[in-house]
């Protein structure tokens, strides 16, 4: 009988974050998957070893997840994990793929669950806590009010003159900060971010004019219309 494959996401850094479904499904699971080619450096793996230190007595199995914007590179790093992925489910084991934030907001699982889920095998996804409303929270800023739209704009996306002008909240994800704080200046939009929430590293910016250009990757960006 093959195994079941649990694509979990574990929240965007605060280990108290991480959910009781993904708790118990970590502890009751045969092997843990982590998108990195080395355990020791996936953020992933450290944040829900935080929450649940049994992990450590786990097997881990890596699996390289590239970040570059080559797809024939992306291309062959996920055929190759999700080779490594049937080969587990093969044996019977039940595998919980740990994913930051949530497995279903741009998240690289996604393309492994949709090969393996193709091929036939029982892969299902556990939803965690996204960055942007950790992000927002932590800000005390809500994203969205009444009728009031919400836009997630990701990184990839090099077009914040247009993005900016869209109507209600923004959340602008690992964006372009020089280009963003360019092209919110004078566009009137309130902006307030958060970099590395939920970790011992967080920065919280209020406003526009704290918010550094050489942010690091993990910077959430969110928008809003000023208020006439």
Same mark, same amino acid.
């Given at each position: 009988?093959?195994?079941?494959?649990?694509?979990?996401?574990?929240?965007?850094?605060?280990?108290?974050?991480?959910?009781?479904?993904?708790?118990?499904?970590?502890?009751?699971?045969?092997?843990?998957?982590?998108?990195?080619?080395?355990?020791?450096?996936?953020?992933?793996?450290?944040?829900?070893?935080?929450?649940?230190?049994?992990?450590? !007595?786990?097997?881990?199995?890596?699996?390289?997840? =590239?970040?570059?914007? %080559?797809? @024939?590179?992306?291309?062959? +790093? &996920?055929?190759?994990?999700?080779?490594?992925?049937?080969?587990?489910?093969?044996?019977?084991?039940?595998?919980?793929?740990?994913?930051?934030?949530?497995?279903?907001?741009?998240?690289?699982?996604?393309?492994?669950?949709?090969?393996?889920?193709?091929?036939?095998?029982?892969?299902?996804?556990?939803?965690?806590?996204?960055?942007?409303?950790?992000?927002?929270?932590?800000?005390?800023?809500?994203?969205? !009010?009444?009728?009031?739209?919400?836009?997630?704009? =990701?990184?990839?996306? %090099?077009? @914040?003159?247009?993005?900016? +002008? &869209?109507?209600?909240?923004?959340?602008?994800?690992?964006?372009?900060?020089?280009?963003?704080?360019?092209?919110?200046?004078?566009?009137?939009?309130?902006?307030?971010?958060?970099?590395?929430?939920?970790?011992?590293?967080?920065?919280?910016?209020?406003?526009?004019?704290?918010?550094?250009?050489?942010?690091?990757?993990?910077?959430?960006?969110?928008?809003?219309?000023?208020?006439?």
């Amino acid at each position: 009988m093959k195994g079941v494959l649990y694509g979990v996401g574990v929240g965007p850094g605060d280990p108290e974050l991480l959910t009781l479904k993904a708790a118990r499904l970590i502890r009751e699971c045969d092997e843990i998957a982590v998108p990195h080619k080395e355990k020791d450096k996936c953020f992933a793996l450290r944040i829900a070893s935080g929450a649940v230190p049994e992990i450590d !007595e786990k097997p881990i199995l890596e699996i390289d997840m =590239p970040m570059t914007r %080559d797809m @024939a590179v992306r291309e062959r +790093a &996920y055929e190759a994990g999700a080779a490594k992925l049937a080969a587990a489910l093969d044996e019977g084991k039940t595998v919980v793929f740990l994913t930051l934030g949530d497995p279903t907001v741009y998240s690289t699982y996604g393309y492994l669950h949709a090969r393996l889920a193709e091929l036939g095998y029982d892969a299902r996804l556990v939803p965690g806590v996204t960055s942007f409303c950790a992000s927002a929270a932590a800000l005390g800023v809500p994203l969205c !009010e009444d009728v009031e739209e919400l836009h997630i704009i =990701p990184g990839g996306a %090099d077009n @914040a003159e247009k993005t900016l +002008a &869209y109507p209600g909240s923004k959340v602008f994800m690992k964006g372009n900060l020089p280009a963003l704080l360019a092209a919110a200046d004078g566009a009137g939009q309130r902006l307030c971010g958060a970099e590395n929430c939920g970790t011992e590293n967080e920065r919280l910016y209020r406003r526009a004019g704290e918010i550094p250009a050489d942010a690091g990757y993990y910077t959430v960006v969110i928008a809003k219309e000023e208020k006439k």
